[in-house]
């Protein structure tokens, strides 16, 4: 089953209002990443956080992290056309060797 | 630097057919991931190389899937006698080290099983 589920699974907003987009996952991790995914190709990294980190910021992105709540949210502000894409949580955690679970993702449309 | 790169971009076999998908990582990385992605799904996970050590297969979906990576560096995955629902991108990624920070992902490989 997945680790990550993203909520929610479409967003549509207007060109520089926030998108905001969870993740929430079940089992302890030592990291989680947020990637971006444009034309069901390959994925764009955007930010990492580890697990002893709450906030970590990368120009118009912030990312939470919860472990309490075992979840993590991606937001974008004054979102552009260009940002739309599907975004995808991944979360890093140690099952014998190290493995990265991918959420369903959020797909995230901005018109102009 | 060049990125990952993955071949064919895209596949299109009949079924019952063997296919070969390759991927070349970034030199110098020591992990390795395949991905599966089915039409506006997720990622999921099918193999894992780190280093010499043994591929954790633990996410391969039956014995018609394999894969090798030849000298640390290039791999290659295979899939035998393909059904319809192996259609689907197959992504490759790797990482520098242990596969614990930023995985660089290629622009994967479309298969399509008719």
């Known amino acids: 089953s997945q680790q990550g589920e993203e909520d929610p699974q479409a967003l549509s907003i207007q060109e520089g209002e926030n998108a905001t987009m969870n993740c929430s996952y079940k089992?302890?991790?030592?990291?989680l990443q947020w990637y971006r995914q444009n034309s069901g190709r390959g994925l764009v990294h955007l930010i990492l956080i580890r697990s002893n980190e709450r906030e970590k910021h990368s120009g118009r992105l912030r990312v939470t992290l919860d472990t309490s709540k075992k979840s993590s949210s991606l937001l974008i502000t004054a979102s552009r056309a260009a940002d739309t894409a599907s975004y995808f949580c991944a979360t890093g955690y140690t099952s014998g060797t190290y493995k990265y679970i991918f959420g369903t993702g959020t797909r995230l449309k901005v018109l102009a | 630097g060049a990125g990952v790169s993955q071949s064919p971009s895209n596949k299109v076999t009949e079924k019952g057919k063997d296919v070969e998908l390759r991927c070349d990582p970034i030199s110098g990385h020591t992990a390795l991931y395949w991905y599966r992605q089915s039409l506006g799904q997720g990622l999921e996970f099918l193999i894992y190389?780190?280093?010499?050590?043994?591929?954790?297969k633990s996410g391969l979906p039956s014995d018609r899937f394999s894969a090798e990576r030849t000298g640390g560096s290039v791999s290659t995955l295979t899939i035998q006698r393909t059904q319809q629902e192996d259609s689907a991108v197959y992504l490759c990624?790797?990482?520098?080290?242990?596969?614990?920070?930023?995985?660089?992902f290629g622009p994967g490989t479309r298969l399509l099983v008719l």
């Open positions: 089992t302890s991790i030592n990291n």
């Open positions: 190389f780190q280093g010499n050590s043994a591929p954790d």
């Open positions: 990624a790797s990482s520098l080290l242990t596969g614990q920070e930023t995985q660089y």
